[in-house]
């Protein structure tokens, strides 16, 4: 199994604003990002966000040759989303910043909610396409925690995977093995 992760192109939302599951735009330039994507040819299967940041890509190169799935939209911050950064109440957001995981963001999930939708997906499209090719176009989130899963480090230590937008992350499985073989080409 060969699995080809890829994160959307960039957004119109400015770094300053919390935002996961919100369904922003792309930036004005998306049809020069997506110019600037390598993928390869075939792909056995492609799945993709429900989002369209990420649907938008997957249309533009396979029309409407891919599956949209909910268990790799991005985290959800709940009330917290689109607000800025530096406006969340602090008794609000400094509990998350000490335990990003298990602390949900008012009316949002805590990242072990959003990591239980990624591994049911990952065992079922494992169990699906034991020997294929898949395409994966989702978020930033879902790849550090694809990697977490398959790697097997911490979640504590997801953010130190900095998957860049338009860019692809690759691994494998043989023989029952993981192994990450490509970041960020």
């Given at each position: 199994?060969?699995?080809?992760?890829?994160?959307?192109?960039?957004?119109?939302?400015?770094?300053?604003?919390?935002?996961?599951?919100?369904?922003?735009?792309?930036?004005?330039?998306?049809?020069?990002?997506?110019?600037?994507?390598?993928?390869?040819?075939?792909?056995?299967?492609?799945?993709?966000?429900?989002?369209?940041?990420?649907?938008?890509?997957?249309?533009?190169?396979?029309c409407d040759d891919f599956i949209k799935d909910r268990r790799i939209g991005e985290f959800t911050f709940?009330?917290?989303?689109?607000?800025?950064?530096?406006?969340?109440?602090?008794?609000?957001i400094d509990p998350w910043y000490i335990d990003f995981v298990t602390v949900t963001p008012p009316n949002?999930?805590?990242?072990?909610?959003?990591?239980?939708?990624?591994?049911?997906?990952?065992?079922?499209?494992?169990?699906?396409?034991?020997?294929?090719?898949?395409?994966?176009?989702?978020?930033?989130?879902?790849?550090?925690?694809?990697?977490?899963?398959?790697?097997?480090?911490?979640?504590?230590?997801?953010?130190?995977?900095?998957?860049?937008?338009?860019?692809?992350m690759l691994i494998s499985k043989e023989f029952g093995l993981w192994k990450w073989t490509g970041m960020?080409?």
């Open positions: 199994m060969e699995i080809h992760l890829i994160r959307h192109t960039k957004v119109v939302v400015p770094d300053s604003i919390c935002f996961g599951k919100t369904d922003v735009e792309l930036r004005a330039e998306w049809e020069n990002d997506f110019k600037e994507i390598v993928l390869d040819k075939e792909y056995d299967a492609i799945y993709s966000s429900p989002l369209k940041r990420c649907s938008q890509l997957s249309t533009y190169f396979f709940g009330d917290w989303e689109m607000q800025p950064w530096d406006e969340i109440p602090p008794e609000q949002g999930e805590n990242l072990l909610s959003l990591q239980d939708r990624v591994m049911e997906f990952m065992e079922e499209i494992q169990i699906k396409h034991e020997n294929d090719k898949i395409l994966i176009v989702t978020h930033s989130g879902v790849i550090r925690l694809i990697l977490q899963y398959v790697l097997e480090f911490p979640i504590e230590n997801m953010f130190r995977i900095q998957p860049q937008h338009g860019k692809k960020n080409v």
